[in-house]
C-alpha cells in the first residue's frame, strides 16, 4: 500500500463540511468587504520566493519545496500567498487601473518541509486578504478588522489580536543598531542558527523557537521604544481605528514575524485552545510597503494577513463539534420497484426544491433503509408503498415526533416544503 507524504492529510467526512464551511464563511465575508478573488499558480518560479520572502527566513533557507522542471527550471511550490498575488499585480499591470486600491482575497494550499504536529503540516490550506495601493492606517484597520469579524463569524470568540509596529526604515536601522550592541556580549550562548542570524539578520533572533524564553531575548530592547515621530504616530492611528471598530487587541512588542516583507503594522491573531499546542496562531499579516518595489514594481503600499485553515478546523470542532454536521432534509423510503421509480422521481423534484434528501441505492431492507435514514440524521422520512401509491396516498413520518401523517400524492412536494 502507498501511504499519503508525511505531513500530509486527506479532507473528508466531517473534516470535508468545515473545510466548506471555513472557505465559505471567508467569502461571504471577503466579498462583503468589498474584495475580489484572485487564484495564482502553485508553483513559481523559486526567485520569486527568495526575494520576497527573505532569504535567511526560516521559510526560504529551510522549508521551501524546490525542484527542476523538466526544462530545466527553478521552480518552488508557494509556502504562501502574498508573493504570487504581488507578482501577479506587477506582471498584469494591475497598479494602472484606475480602480483602486486593488483588494483580493485567495484560498488555497501552501507548502512548507516543517516538522509536522498539530497545527502544523507540510500542505496546508491558507484563506488571506491582500490590499494593494493604499498607505492610510484605516486599510491596516480594515484588514485587522476583516480577520477579527471572520472568526467572530465563525463562532471563535476567544481570539487576541496581538499587534505590534516594525516602524519605517530608519526606525528599523536604529533598532537593529541597539539590539547588535545589547546581543553582542550574550552572542556565544545562542543557538547555533541565532548565531548565523546574527551576522545576516540580526532581528530574526527575536523570532527563534529555540531561544526564545532565555533571560537574553525577555530583556531584549523593544522595537516601539525605537520607533520615528512619524511611525510612532502612524501605529498610534491604527491603534485608534481599532478602538472604534471594537476589535480587542494587546500591543506585543515581541510579534515580529518570520518573513522578510514587513513593515510598519504586523499583527497575529492568537486562539485560546489547548488543542492547538504550540500552534495557537489562527492568523498572522502585516504591512509590505516595500515588497513591490522589490519585485521591480512601482512603489506601492499593501497590507494584508493569511490564516490557517487546517488549525481553524481544529477549533472549530473543538467549539461547535455538534453544530457543522451535515444532516439530510428528508428519507425517502421505497422497497420494490414502483416504489424506487416514485422515490427516483421525487428525490429529484425534491432536491431542485431545495430539500437536501436522500434515498436507498443499495438494495436495503425497510429495516436498514430506517437505520440509514437516522444515521443521516433525516428530519423527515417518507415512506412509500404500492397500496398506498394506487390510491394516490403517500405516508410521511417526522423521525423526531414519530407523528405519521398521509398526504395526497399531489401535495407531497408543497407539504414536505411548508414543513421544512
Ligand atoms: P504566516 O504567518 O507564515 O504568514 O502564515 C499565516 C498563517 O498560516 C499562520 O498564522 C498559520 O495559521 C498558517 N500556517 C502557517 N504555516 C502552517 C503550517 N505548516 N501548517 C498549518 N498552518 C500553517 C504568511 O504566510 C503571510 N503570507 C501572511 C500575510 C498575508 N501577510 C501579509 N499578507
Redesign the pocket.
Known sequence: MISKPKGTYDIYGSDGKYYNYINAVFQNVAELYNYEYIRTPIFEDSALFHRSVGETSD?VSKETYDFKDRGDRDITLRP???AGVVRSFIENKMYGDTNQPKKFYYSGTMY?Y?RPQA????E?T?I?V?ALGSDSPLMDAEVISLAYRLMEEMGIENVTVKINSLGDKESRDNYREALVKYLEPHINDLCSDCQNRFKTNPLRILDCKVDQDTEILKNVPKILDYLNPDSKKRFEKVLEYLNYLDVDYEVDANIV???DYYNHTVF?LVADIEDLGN?S??????R?NSLVSTLDGPETPCV?????V??LMIVLKKLRAEEIKNAIDVYVLAVNEEEKITALKLVQDLRWSEVKCEMDTLDRSLKAQFKQADRLGARLLILLNSEELQKGIITVKDNLTHEETKVDESEILDYIISNM
Do not use: C, M, N
Open positions: 521559510i504562501e500567498g502574498t512548507r516543517e497545527g502544523r503540516y507540510r496546508f491558507q488571506g491582500e514575524r518570520g518573513l497575529e500552534a496562531t489562527i492568523a498572522a499579516g502585516g509590505y494584508g494577513f493569511a490564516s490557517g487546517d488549525r
